[in-house]
């Protein structure tokens, strides 16, 4: 390893800790939750205990966000009557066996020293909850999904089977889903949260750098992928925040690739989508390079609009802001874009899609050929996915989220949309652009904190401008796991 290197992994590595979640801050979420009902049973579900040896257990985001508590098989309920709330933890009994193979748990008596819930042991929640039931109070339910985009195919879950023996013993009781409460308070990062976020993304960062100087004709995607999972770890990331992306070539086409199996080859792009979790907090970092160390003209035009699109995105973010004024300002630099490309005939030209792309009669705009998603990106916490104040009206501080426009070229799109009057007109003007630029697939995506002191750019640390991106792929790296460089990528 270069010196230079050594000392920059070390200074990450020796960099202060992340501000951590006390307590407190835990004690004050569950306080904000249920400070709105009048009387009621709020019941919280943890993960459970994985039944397969990979991965190991992660807590459910809502569960870890009211209680920081990263053990399986958890209950949290709250009671709320007359004004007074008393709050119980539920975990397994501990077993000397079990432990003796998975480690040690926490003990119902040792909860309230170390998160400041009075425990019990699991074997009592069925009778506390059946004695909560006898008193007619409602029940708010935060359910145990994995993940709030597929919460809807997420059912048979440990708390939906547990509520439905409840309901059937006292079909009385009105359960209500309590998820909706949780999403404004995780929407607003707090200072600690924006401080776990900033080291996740910095160790991001540099493991982009590191598969800048790896990246090579011949290297497999999944060299790329060891190489930076492995620097997520050695920095301190506790996982991937996310299957990551290392897609090639064509695979650049499809934007939640993962199988991450393809050898690259000489003057193709590379689109590496990929970030480590920190203490539950995930970053979001993408980054496509040019496989042989330069950009050909034609993947450099594209590069250069989507680069363009997301500064243009970035200059409206403000407290009060709209996320549409910022659309729209990305969506004008691409359609601007595409037209001097030749991709688009104008901002207004439309063209007939497949079924599957449910165009109005009008047609579907021309501009959507290239682009799949908005110029914008999401939310960033205990999610990759996850809650802002701008999904329901204006940028705030306390939003941290991502900025990523994508242009993606695909010649078989193309040549696959129906063959009416509309289209072949079009073929006949934008056709050979199609060819230029066809297989070439960019995506430019950053993390962003909207604080006090204005808009932080978090993710600073990986090079994406042009020059900078060429530069840092003309250094070499230190070699990647198990020994030596991939395919031709020595002495590019």
Not at 300 to 321: C, F, H, N, S, W
Not at 473 to 487: D, F, I, V
Request: proline share 6%.
């Amino acid at each position: 390893m270069h010196p230079s290197q050594t000392l920059l992994a070390l200074a990450i590595l020796a960099s202060p800790a992340a501000a951590q979640i006390s307590s407190a801050d835990y004690a004050a979420r569950r306080a904000a939750l249920i400070a709105p009902l009048d009387s009621g049973v709020v019941i919280a579900f943890g993960g459970v205990e994985p039944v397969v040896d990979w991965p190991p257990f992660f807590q459910l985001v809502d569960f870890q966000y009211l209680t920081g508590f990263a053990e399986s098989d958890a209950v949290l309920i709250m009671v709320k009557r007359n004004g007074a709330v008393t709050q119980t933890m539920f975990v397994p009994a501990r077993d000397p066996r079990s432990e003796r193979f998975n480690g040690p748990r926490t003990g119902a008596e040792e909860l309230e020293g170390k998160i400041g819930i009075p425990g019990r042991e699991l074997s009592q929640l069925r009778p506390a909850v059946d004695s909560l039931a006898e008193r007619s109070l409602p029940f708010y339910v935060i359910r145990d999904f994995h993940n709030g985009d597929y919460w809807a195919e997420d059912s048979l879950t440990r708390g939906n089977r547990f509520l439905s023996q409840v309901r059937e013993a006292h079909p009385w009781v009105v359960m209500h889903a309590f998820d909706d409460a949780v999403d404004p308070l995780r929407a607003k990062k707090s200072p600690a949260e924006i401080a776990l976020l900033r080291k996740a993304v910095e160790i991001s960062s540099r493991a982009h750098v590191e598969a800048m100087k790896a990246t090579g004709p011949g290297c497999g995607e999944y060299e790329i992928q060891a190489l930076m999972e492995g620097v997520f770890r050695r920095l301190g990331g506790d996982r991937p925040g996310y299957g990551s992306i290392v897609a090639s070539g064509p695979n650049a086409l499809t934007l939640h690739y993962d199988r991450d199996s393809r050898v690259m080859l000489a003057g193709e792009l590379i689109l590496i989508d990929a970030a480590t979790s920190y203490d539950h907090y995930s970053a979001d970092v993408t980054r496509t390079i040019p496989v042989s160390g330069r950009f050909t003209p034609a993947q450099r035009d594209i590069y250069q609009l989507v680069r363009d699109a997301q500064e243009a995105y970035v200059r409206q973010i403000k407290p009060g802001v709209g996320p549409l004024v910022s659309n729209d300002s990305g969506k004008r630099v691409i359609s601007d874009g595409l037209i001097r490309l030749g991709l688009i005939e104008s901002a207004a030209a439309t063209f007939d899609g497949p079924d599957w792309m449910h165009c109005p009669d009008a047609g579907c705009p021309q501009r959507g050929l290239y682009v799949y998603h908005g110029y914008g990106g999401h939310g960033l916490g205990l999610e990759v996915h996850d809650l802002a104040h701008y999904y329901r009206g204006t940028f705030e501080v306390g939003d941290v989220f991502t900025v990523e426009p994508g242009i993606y070229v695909s010649a078989e799109l193309f040549a696959s949309l129906p063959d009416t009057p509309r289209n072949q007109a079009m073929r006949q003007k934008i056709g050979p652009a199609v060819e230029r630029y066809k297989g070439i697939g960019v995506r430019i995506e950053d993390d962003y904190a909207l604080t006090d002191d204005g808009l932080e750019w978090l993710s600073k640390g990986a090079p994406r401008e042009v020059a900078e991106v060429e530069a840092m792929m003309r250094q070499r790296g230190s070699g990647l796991p198990g020994g030596g460089s991939c395919g031709a990528a020595v002495g590019r």
